[in-house]
């Protein structure tokens, strides 16, 4: 505009007309301008969206058929001549609980050093045309079956002798042979399964032996690297689980107090500018350096145990601390003075006008924040692989200082396992359901931020 | 008041966590090599499995001088117990452990690993020799008795018989133990060939022909595919497990497998180790009997079960001689 007011005086005949001209053009020129930005607005998001689908679209197609994996039923006979080793010890044959403990123990070890595998082959045998070799047999099935099949009889010793049915599931290279996963043209020096594994499989699909089932065991397993058909996400759960525990306890009631103390009490002074221009600078810190500094801290200093659960939630919990005082103080600052004036104004104090009055008010806002703050904590990796979350655990960690693994970490290491034909898309299940549990955190918080908000 | 309790409940979780260092660990801890993690994993996992009186031991990775760095970090329950390795242990890293007061370190040698040369299977069919490997990724190379800076582009500029190729070589980064055995089977070999000195056998190009991949085997097989003329270093086990998208290469004339490997005649093959702290067996249970199982017929003799996961086994007297090694509890010696 300011052009169009110091441009050189035109024609004294023309003046009207020609500002009239200037405004009808630069109307139409800025009526332009709009739409175009209109334009690259909605690209923009379309853009996006269309990332978004293209994700998800690559992750489902790779990831679903991974929860459906081949397995065979054949009848089991649980041979007491290869089995049997004596009733299980019972509590009431002995005087204390440590002989008891002892024979049971013993009773446990006996029945380890007994041959499943030989079971299993034979229940195979029997729906094959031909007897194959035990080596051939071996590499069809998932070898921890016959540690399941041990403990189906250790759980309930009154099966030996008897014959039942037993859903074997396939091994990790027969299931990628039996999805296609692998070139079947290929020769057979570049295949993993021979010649003879590949015919029994494929006998095994035409009568109906094998089929596709739900590998609910994918969500009760723990990892496993001898068996990885039989791998599952249940001890990576249970560490995020235990480590979302610590983060909850820890960041929350730090995190919530030290944002009332800096929003409510805290004088206004270049300190308190200092630590808010602090904390604000915590949130943005990259989650490897909290990695870092917890494996200073707490292993090396502390000397708390490597890939424990405790230390990854100490970890995670520095990291979610500035999320949640920041969030907390937005929400403190929103609630009307009016609040605390007519609290103020009926005797109240001032630790009464926050803890009876402002709290209740903001609490729904913490919750959100709190939830915000654990799912992002819970898809965290890097500072969990300095403190020796990777490692590879077998088992589904009961308590705090137990060695575990996370979610995330698991995607990590499937997705650097060397089977690649088979952790392709069993990676991408694992995103599946580390994704999923965001969506339900995410959208638990959406629901109580709805529901319980109050608008002023 | 709801916050209090939470705040006790804090006070409560980090006191405790304070004390719980003291308490004893029950669960043996394995890290290092990435080279032998899948198998200590396997049998971690089937010692669990056969032995109910034991929990399934922890394996971490680390890589082999990670692995070091913590096992000679001292004796109690919070460091580890067995530290494996894709290379012996140095002169350097016994010294650092006897000063933090780990003396009995015990080595067990557990089978072989075959490093091989793979391809995308859509290209052609290399035969190399250490001279090839060297003159493809040396920073200077011999030309006609002078040392000049390598002018190479292509394979076959090399040697006629290769294929007319982009030279493009993906190896591991100096954080692998298999680039130790990298350099002194192949790169040292050919370099000395053509009478090499010390800096010129370790100076490799810089014109991005070399690529070096700190990560694990995966990520060099991601290149490999991104960019197919490339020519990759893998593990023998790794390339075992994806034989349907990788070609292996021939090493002086012979094709690397099980057999090769094993009886020698595939000239780039390591041991595989683990160290077992002394001074921990008897404290954390189940060390003794972890070794043992480690070593019987079923997990690293042949026909067993590491050896279907891409383990070059041992012959039964050189395991049986490992084993009684670590029984003796023989000190391992500075070399």
């Known amino acids: 505009m300011a052009d169009v007011a110091l441009a050189p005086s035109p024609a004294p005949d023309a003046p009207r007309t020609r500002s009239a001209d200037l405004i009808a053009r630069s109307l139409s020129r800025r009526r332009r301008a709009e739409v175009r ?27 679903l058929p991974a929860f459906f994996q081949a397995a065979m039923t054949v009848e089991v006979t649980l041979d007491p001549a290869v089995i049997d080793v004596g009733p299980r010890p019972v509590r009431a044959d002995f005087p204390n609980e440590a002989a008891f403990a002892a024979a049971d123990l013993a009773w446990q070890t006996a029945l380890a050093g007994k041959n499943f595998g030989s079971l299993i082959e034979r229940a195979v045998n029997a729906v094959l045309a031909t007897p194959a070799s035990s080596r051939d047999i071996r590499a069809i099935y998932a070898s921890n079956e016959r540690f399941r099949l041990r403990d189906m009889v250790a759980a309930d010793p009154g099966l030996i002798g008897r014959t039942i049915p037993f859903t074997l599931v396939a091994s990790a290279d027969v299931d990628v042979w039996f999805k296609g996963n692998i070139d079947r043209s290929l020769p057979e020096n570049q295949q993993q399964l021979t010649l003879a594994q590949q015919q029994i499989t494929d006998a095994m699909i035409a009568d109906g032996t094998m089929k596709s089932v739900f590998a609910s065991w994918i969500f009760t397993n723990v990892d496993s690297r001898s068996s990885p058909a039989t791998a599952g996400l249940a001890g990576a759960f249970m560490g995020s689980l235990f480590m979302m525990l610590v983060v909850i306890a820890l960041s929350v009631p730090i995190g919530v107090a030290g944002a009332i103390y800096l929003e409510e009490f805290a004088p206004k002074n270049r300190i308190t500018d200092l630590i808010e221009v602090n904390i604000n600078n915590l949130a943005a810190v990259p989650s490897i350096v909290f990695g ?88 965290e990796t890097a500072p969990l692989l300095l403190v020796g979350m990777s490692a590879f655990v077998a088992n589904i960690p009961t308590g705090l200082f137990d060695q575990s693994t996370a979610l995330p970490v698991q995607l990590f290491l499937w997705q650097g396992n060397e089977n690649r034909n088979f952790f392709e898309p069993r990676t991408s299940a694992a995103i599946i359901v580390l994704l999923g549990l965001m969506i339900l955190l995410n959208a638990l918080a959406i629901f109580l931020r709805q529901r319980f908000q109050t608008r002023w | 008041m709801n916050l209090k309790t939470l705040g006790v409940a804090a006070l409560a979780l980090a006191t405790t966590s304070t004390l719980a260092f003291a308490q004893a660990r029950d669960t043996i801890q394995v890290a290092g ?12 996992e089937e010692f669990g499995n056969a032995f109910p009186a034991f929990n399934t031991p922890v394996v971490g990775s680390g890589g082999t001088g990670g692995g070091f760095r913590q096992f000679c970090e001292g004796v109690g329950p919070n460091t580890i117990d067995i530290a494996n390795a894709s290379r012996p242990i140095s002169a350097a890293e016994i010294a650092t452990c006897n000063t933090n007061g780990v003396n009995q370190i015990l080595e067990v040698q557990f089978g072989f690993d075959g490093i091989v040369f793979a391809t995308s299977t859509s290209q052609g069919d290399f035969a190399l020799t250490p001279l090839h490997v060297f003159k493809a990724l040396a ?115 012979i094709v690397p497998t099980l057999e090769t490997v094993a009886d020698g005649t595939y000239p780039v093959s390591r041991p595989l180790y683990f160290y077992v702290k002394g001074e921990h067996i008897g404290v954390i249970p189940g060390i003794a009997e972890f070794v043992t199982y480690f070593l019987s017929d079923e997990m690293a003799g042949p026909g067993g079960f590491l050896q279907d996961a891409g383990l070059i086994p041992e012959p039964d007297d050189v395991r049986a001689a490992a084993l009684a090694g670590f029984e003796a509890r023989t000190v391992v010696a500075p070399r």
């Open chain 2, 33 to 44: 090599s990435s080279t032998v993690l899948p198998f200590a994993s396997i049998v971690a």
């Open chain 2, 139 to 253: 920073a200077q190379v011999p030309v006609d008795g002078v040392w000049v800076a390598n002018p190479y582009t292509n394979w076959n500029q090399i040697d006629p018989a290769l294929p007319d190729q982009a030279i493009t070589l993906v190896i591991p980064a100096s954080n692998h133990g298999t680039r130790e055995v990298f350099q002194t089977r192949v790169i040292d070999a050919g370099c000395h060939e053509v009478g090499g000195a010390e800096a010129q056998c370790t100076t490799f190009r810089t014109d991005g022909r070399v690529v070096e991949i700190s990560g694990d085997y995966t990520e060099t097989l991601a290149r490999l595919q991104s960019a197919p003329a490339a020519v990759g270093v893998f593990g023998l086990s790794f390339y075992e497990e994806n034989r349907d998208t990788l070609k292996v290469a021939s090493v002086s004339g």
């Open chain 1, 292 to 379: 870092l500094l917890g494996a200073a801290v707490f292993i090396n200093a502390m000397h708390l145990p490597l890939s424990a659960p405790i230390v990854g939630g100490l970890v995670l919990s520095l990291m979610t601390l500035p999320t949640i005082i920041i969030a907390t103080r937005g929400v403190l600052r929103a609630v009307p003075p009016s609040i605390r004036e007519a609290a103020t104004g009926l005797g109240a104090s001032r630790v009464q006008v926050v803890f009876h009055h402002v709290l209740p008010l903001v609490i729904p806002g913490i919750l959100t924040a709190t939830i915000i703050g654990v799912a992002q904590a819970l898809g």
């Open chain 1, 37 to 63: 930005f209109r334009a690259y607005g909605l690209a923009a998001v379309i853009a996006a969206i269309a990332f978004v689908v293209f994700l998800f679209w690559t992750i489902l197609q790779s990831g």
